[in-house]
């Protein structure tokens, strides 16, 4: 099981993080993810693979003014 944004996912190990925002609707050029406590380098999301007891969070930049 995955925590992601503090909500327990079930079968989404062995997909990467690429897999998941896209698949999610996430535009990865405009989110932040935090893996284990830790950034998560952008040039890491298509080979990061999820892995039992993960915690994810992601955070979505909103622009405006």
């Not at 079968?11 to 830790?38: F, H, Q």
């Not at 955070?59 to 405006?64: L, T």
Request: charged residues 25%; hydrophobic residues 35%.
């Amino acid at each position: 099981m995955i925590k992601i944004n503090g909500e327990c996912i079930e079968n989404i190990e062995g997909k990467t993080v690429a897999e998941y925002l896209t698949t999610s609707g996430y535009d990865t050029k405009r989110v932040a993810v935090e893996l284990n406590g830790d950034i998560l380098p952008r040039a890491r999301y298509d080979s990061t693979v999820f892995q039992d007891g993960d915690c994810i969070e992601i955070v979505s930049f909103v622009g405006g003014g």
